[in-house]
Each structure stands twice: as C-alpha cells, then as structure tokens.
C-alpha cells in the first residue's frame, strides 16, 4: 500500500525566511510520481510540480525548490524568502506509475499548515 | 484560460435534502474525478469517470452518486446529506494518468 507522510502539521514562519516542507513516502512500486498541491485559505488545490520516480534532479522554480531523494524515500520542498501569500496548506502526494483503468489514483498526505507572519 | 470550473462555490442544504454540485472543464480531459475533503484532512476520491464509464472507490456512500452526461460536465449528488456530508467537495480532471487538475471547490454546509 501506499502512504505519504507529512509529520510537521504546522509550521510558523517570519516574513522572508526560508521553510522547507518534508514529505516521506511507501511505495513498493519502482515507476511512480510525486505531487505538491499548495491548498489556499480559498479551497482551490493547486499544482506545483510532478517528479517521476527516475527523475532524481532537484528542481528550482522562483523562490520554490524540491529535493528528491530515493534513497530516503523522500521529497522535500523548501520556499526560499517566504512571503505572506504563501500561507497555505501544502500538500505532498503520490500515485502509482503504472495502473490498470487509465486514471491517476493518489495519495495524498495530510498536509502541512504553513503561516508566513509579516 | 483553459480551466476547471465548480459551481456553486458555497451551498447550504437542510439535513436530507437532495443536493447537486456541478463540475466543468475546458480543458478536454478524458478523466473527471470528484473528491471529499472535510477540516483539516487530505482529499478523499470519491470517484472518478475514465471517459464514460464510472468507477466507485470501495468505500463511497451508496448515498453519493455521479453523472457525466458529456465531456465537458460532472455531476456530484447527494441523495440524502447528513450532517457528516458537510464538506468541501473537490472536482479534478486529468488526461489519463497525467496530472490532476482542481477546481475551486464546493463548501457544503449541511443544517
């Protein structure tokens, strides 16, 4: 079975410092990919990047990194000089490579309450 | 903007009564999925449609049905809400197994 695990619930930042965001997963499958959502105070689920499972290179984008590592099973995101918009719920998530029926099933972990105080 | 749309944004309903959330897309995705979200929890897919053919996860609520009537709409109803059903309600669409995209959610609120 699959499973993601977020462990810090909440997290309380000061304007302009970095955070990083951890996320641990179980999977048994060898083809997978890896999702985070940031979750706004408005509902909406927003897409922030996919990894693929053969994909190890960390990625940068603005103020936002992530860092994949197979050998820890995990697949960290750090926001760099946090802004107050990034107040969000964020969201790590995983779902199986290769599945019968054509869809995407994922597993999301139980996110993580990030608060950025000016 | 190709995008995904949810309405109504906020509904409120009496304990029992039957209630339509809707869904559209734009973006011409073959898969529409409906999810259930209460406070502070994790999505929880309800089901999905793969084209015209409905799949239920195991767990959903005989209480919970769908309607695709094409590829654009998705319909979510709830026969009979109970006071548990107050949630947010999440579509997505995705093409194939590529990545899920959300619309801004219903908030239910059930009396």
């Known amino acids: 079975a699959q499973k993601v695990t977020q462990a810090q619930t909440e997290i309380s930042v000061v304007e302009k410092e970095d955070v990083t965001l951890d996320c641990v997963y179980e999977?048994?499958?060898?083809?997978?990919?890896l999702f985070w959502y940031k979750q706004p105070p408005s509902g909406e689920l927003v897409f922030l990047i996919r990894r693929n499972s053969f994909d190890e290179q960390n990625e940068i984008s603005g103020r936002y990194s992530w860092n994949f590592q197979k050998s820890t099973s995990s697949f960290n995101f750090t926001i760099t000089a946090s802004q107050v918009v990034d107040s969000a719920v964020y969201f790590c998530?995983?779902?199986?490579?290769?599945?019968?029926?054509?869809?995407?099933?994922?597993?999301f972990g139980t996110g993580t309450k990030l608060q950025v105080i000016p | 903007d190709a995008m995904v749309i949810q309405n109504p944004r906020y509904q409120v309903t009496q304990f029992g009564k039957p209630v339509t959330l809707s869904c559209s897309q734009t973006?011409?995705?073959?898969?529409m999925y409906w999810y259930q979200q209460k406070s502070s929890q994790a999505p929880k897919l309800l089901f999905h449609?793969?084209?015209?053919?409905?799949?239920n996860e195991a767990d959903t609520p005989d209480n919970f049905q769908s309607r695709r009537p094409n590829t654009s709409f998705c319909f979510l109803d709830i026969r009979s809400p109970g006071l548990g059903d107050a949630a947010m309600y999440l579509c997505?669409?995705?093409?194939?197994?590529?990545?899920?995209?959300f619309g801004p959610g219903t908030r239910l609120t059930v009396l």
């Open positions: 997505a669409t995705s093409k194939g197994r590529d990545t899920q995209y």
């Open positions: 998530a995983l779902s199986e490579g290769y599945r019968s029926g054509g869809y995407q099933k994922v597993t």
């Open positions: 449609y793969y084209d015209k053919d409905f799949n």
């Open positions: 999977t048994r499958d060898t083809t997978y990919y």
């Open positions: 973006l011409n995705h073959n898969v």
